[in-house]
């Protein structure tokens, strides 16, 4: 029920065009996967309740289009976002190399300066992969990023993904408002599950 909702955070998806945004989201909050899913035309949203130690967590998830006509849409829904997932395609090298533009402009529109940020390699159920995990390891280091590899196909990683977001968030101080009560993430978490692609927290 909406009154036992701790609070509501806002997160963004977003990444080059085909990269498995929506498919990615689809996944997380249906549990389905659709091989036809049509390109985002502008913006996608989505709502998903968590559970997180006990308290009920809202995520508000904004699917953003990468083609480069839809980008003067989207700047206001950068707004306010406590965590945004970066997403490329592990069988475009492209897709990997435009990452650097997305973190800037997410720096660019971003309200909060402390926002929590996740690079995740989808696609790693496919055969022709240009993008070693290492090297999506290495840019989420020197980017001081939460990282992760997925598949919506097979649902490797996309559930580990997102709470590994929103356990970051409400760990960072200022981030978020919790409306009466409290929450309390042990810091003893363990991150490095069998699930994660071996970089799960902040260095």
């Known amino acids: 029920m909406e009154e036992n909702i701790l609070t509501t955070l806002k997160l963004l998806i977003i990444g080059e065009s ?9 996944r997380f909050t249906d549990d389905n996967f659709d091989p036809e899913q049509t390109l985002t035309i502008g913006v996608d949203f989505k709502t998903k309740r968590m ?7 809202k995520l508000a998830i904004w699917d953003t289009a990468g083609q480069e006509r839809f980008r003067t ?6 707004r306010d976002a406590q965590g945004a997932i970066l997403v490329y395609d592990v069988s475009s090298a492209a897709s990997f190399s435009k990452l650097g533009n997305w973190l800037n402009e997410l720096e660019t529109y971003s309200t909060k300066s ?5 690079i995740v390699g989808n696609k790693i159920d496919v055969e022709n992969r240009e993008v070693s995990r290492e090297d ?3 840019f989420a280091r020197r980017h001081q990023t939460l ?15 997102f709470e590994e977001l929103v356990h970051k968030i409400i760990q960072t101080p200022g981030l978020w408002d919790s409306y009466g009560g409290g929450i309390h993430i042990g810091e003893e978490k363990e991150h490095g599950s069998a699930n994660c692609s071996g970089y799960c927290s902040l260095a």
């Open 18 to 26: 085909g990269v498995g945004k929506s498919s990615l989201l689809l």
């Open 51 to 57: 559970d997180v130690d006990g308290s009920a967590i």
């Open 73 to 78: 849409l989207t700047p206001s829904y950068y």
């Open 114 to 118: 402390n926002i929590v940020k996740m």
């Open 136 to 138: 999506g390891l290495k």
């Open 147 to 161: 990282f992760i590899e997925a598949s919506a196909k097979t649902k490797d990683g996309v559930q580990s993904a």
